[in-house]
């Protein structure tokens, strides 16, 4: 993890020289200067985690300064502790109203020093923790499924999560990856650290190596000085959706990042040592996409240590209804309505569905009932789907995986052989070669039903 970023400010070069030597003696980064104006320029950029003020500066003195950061608090939300050579009950009394953390009197000794700094660097720290937790308004949803295809994700997740490899989730929107690269977090030797998330898709060219890498004030005319996410996600994961979007440009960036676990901020002279486990999602097929030049290779192998498939919902019918009552259940307290429940012929219905938008859709489609419906049992006639047949042709005309490929033989020739037998399960586990049990396995993870 990053070592605190400290600046002191001091017009005294004997006590700039001495601090700065004790805090890098003790693992700090130190940056020194002589003046209030000075200390406003550093603090626009964004770099430190605390600052030692002093309270009489030439120009502008060190309370102008806290007022100034009061009124327009910097990047970072840095810690202030105010030092003084001239202190006063009413100096620090207004320091401490204006924001200071602690206020130490000239001549200052190294262990009052340190215990201040590391004690204001820990109140920091679990302020932002607590800033980041009410933003966490909705607690994360569960990995939910009793499928084959879940259960072996979650032993998946449980051997590879502790491990510090980077991670790359395949699977269709919608399919949960966003859930998979939450539990390998949680998890992993990093749970304690953030979860830093970024959307490639969503931002264009132009603003993304300012969100991912940060940048400092000035950078461009008008540019507001911006912490980036691999600075935010320092000692944690940062989590990179549908990074088959990425431009060749800014994938050139990425790797050069993973390489060294160093970015440099836009505007930056100098760059920023970060300690971040990557995990990266895709709904593309990237292989694919590198023979096109669509994505670097040398990339993919970066990213691609561990990979993980997420299934899409109609290869797991069985968890359909698990899913259903339990959209149904959070939105019915979200809303404040009466706990739902499905019909079996409305299970049926779900069940017969292909899901084109996966888990996310089922999901909304649950929104929809509990907002729409007062009555508590949701029968078939109550459920808005599109016509199964139109949505399986949508599924169709995108490019089938080889697993699909194989998975529709094999429903179908099922298929035939039910109808050879009348749909006599037993017979037909023999024409088959299968167990009873195991034939019907293999139908429930097919989507086929005993009456087809």
């Known amino acids: ?86 202190g006063s009950i009413e100096s620090a009394v207004r320091a401490t109203k204006l924001g200071a953390f602690d206020f130490l009197e000239k001549p200052l000794t190294i262990e009052k020093v340190l215990v201040v700094l590391r004690n204001a660097l820990e109140q920091r720290r679990l302020e932002m923790e607590v800033r980041e937790l009410r933003q966490a308004v909705r607690p994360k949803p569960e990995l939910i499924g009793e499928s084959v295809p879940i259960k072996a994700l979650r032993q998946q997740i449980a051997l590879m999560a502790g491990t510090n490899g980077r991670v790359l989730i395949y699977g269709e929107s919608g399919t949960g990856k966003e859930l998979v690269a939450h539990a390998i977090h949680a998890q992993s030797a990093r749970a304690e650290g953030p979860f830093v998330e970024v959307n490639c898709a969503a931002l264009p060219d132009d603003l993304i190596e300012a969100e991912l890498f940060g940048q400092r004030a000035g950078a461009v005319p008008g540019a507001a000085a911006k912490i980036g996410k691999f600075e935010k996600a320092d000692g944690g994961t940062l989590f990179l959706d549908e990074v088959g979007d990425m431009s060749l440009r800014m994938q050139a960036k990425l790797l050069r990042v993973l390489d060294e676990q160093r970015i440099e901020p836009v505007g930056a002279g100098e760059p920023v040592q970060v300690d971040v486990r990557v995990i990266a999602s895709t709904n593309k097929n990237l292989e694919e996409e590198i023979e096109k030049g669509n994505f670097r290779e040398d990339l993919f192998y970066r990213l691609n240590v561990i990979p993980f498939e997420v299934p899409p919902l109609r290869e797991r019918v069985e968890d359909i209804p698990l899913l259903a009552d339990h959209f149904l259940r959070e939105f019915a307290q979200a809303y404040g309505r009466k706990r739902k429940e499905l019909t079996p012929e409305a299970v049926r219905v779900l069940q017969e569905y292909p899901w084109p938008g996966n888990v996310r859709e089922l999901r909304n489609l649950m929104e929809r009932l509990v907002i729409m419906y007062p009555q508590t049992r949701i029968d078939a006639r109550h459920i808005p789907l599109p016509s199964s047949r139109r949505a399986a042709e949508r599924i169709r005309e995108r490019p089938a995986s080889l697993q699909e490929v194989r998975q529709e033989a094999e429903r179908k020739y099922i298929l035939k052989k039910l109808d050879e037998t009348g749909g006599n399960i037993t017979r037909t586990a023999e024409l088959l070669g299968l167990e009873r049990s195991n034939l019907y396995k293999k139908m429930r993870a097919l989507g086929i039903l005993p009456k087809e």
């Open 1 to 86: 993890m990053t070592n605190p970023r400290i600046l002191i400010v001091d017009d005294e070069p004997g006590i700039r020289e001495s601090l700065s030597g004790i805090l890098q003696d003790e693992g700090f980064q130190v940056h020194a200067v002589a003046t209030g104006e000075e200390c406003l320029e550093e603090l626009a950029k964004g770099l430190y985690d605390a600052v030692l003020l002093d309270v009489w500066l030439p120009g502008m003195d060190g309370l102008a300064v806290l007022e100034r950061a009061r009124q327009e608090p910097p990047p970072g939300s840095p810690v202030f502790i105010m030092i003084s050579g001239h």
